[in-house]
């Protein structure tokens, strides 16, 4: 566990958390579509969380104030022969708790993920976004990424 | 070892492929300025495929023709809570030989490869695409794929 300034700690997601962040998931204008929290995590969930913990390359965080999840978001490390054989962290699925949006939350969790892929070697930091999402554009820009990629999605 | 049409075969990388890969990776418009491929494979790329050749979520694939390699892709598969749980597909680096492109080889390659995600249970595949890639972005969108989001990218 780690602390972040405004008394946020961050740490790796157990078990335990994954009601938490099933909410966050679909506490979103495309994931509630998407996601499915009736009732109690659905199996296809708990293998996914189990798949997500026995890989070394998988960090799935979740930020905590108090007792209260805040926001989560994963880490994927790639390993790969491209740009000299630079290792890539890869960030997916990141969310803010509605109650914690707008006030710079988002990106403390970003800083922190980004020094993580530091410490890990990784020489890329990768992510995609939506194209419907304009203010997530906005705001990896102000991070420092460069829009540099068109992202495709095929559904199989 | 499989076999596509055309007499093409596909099988996992090797690390006697490894100079046959860096030289597709370099013989592309961006790729040439950032590889490194005078003399022998440098010490970082060795790294790097071991890195690959351990983790049992990268497949990087060379596909041959008699005995020349003619291309090759990479697929990491992403498990992650989003989804419902879904299992991804993720395809980097993918290269055809400058005398076997224009032929449909490409088409074939990406095709297996979607292929071996749905094998392994992906419900989704994934990739990006530099946005000065025109002719790549006709092609994955001529394989089905939605160009639906925006890549970023942060050297660090």
């Known amino acids: 566990m780690a602390e972040?300034?405004?008394?946020?700690?961050?740490?790796?997601?157990?078990?335990?958390?994954?009601?938490?962040?099933?909410?966050l998931l679909a506490d979103d204008r495309l994931g509630r579509?998407?996601?499915d929290t009736s009732g109690s995590p659905h199996a296809d969930y708990l293998t996914a969380f189990d798949a997500v913990s026995r890989d070394p390359n998988q960090y799935l965080a979740v930020f905590e104030q108090g007792d209260e999840i805040i926001g989560c978001l994963q880490i994927t490390f790639i390993p790969g022969l491209s740009r000299r054989g630079a290792l890539r962290g890869q960030i997916e699925?990141?969310?803010?708790a509605a109650n914690f949006?707008?006030?710079?939350?988002?990106?403390?969790?970003?800083r922190w993920a980004i020094e993580i892929c530091r410490e890990q070697g990784c020489k890329l930091v990768q992510l995609t976004s939506d194209k419907t999402r304009q203010d997530a554009q906005r705001f990896y820009k102000d991070l420092g990424f460069v829009q540099s990629?068109?992202?495709?999605?095929?559904?199989?």
């Open 101 to 110: 949006r707008g006030k710079g939350y988002g990106t403390k969790m970003l």
């Open 149 to 156: 990629h068109e992202g495709f999605k095929l559904e199989i």
């Open 33 to 35: 579509h998407r996601e």
């Open 4 to 23: 972040l300034s405004d008394n946020i700690c961050v740490r790796k997601a157990q078990k335990t958390d994954l009601a938490a962040i099933l909410r």
């Open 93 to 96: 699925g990141v969310r803010v």
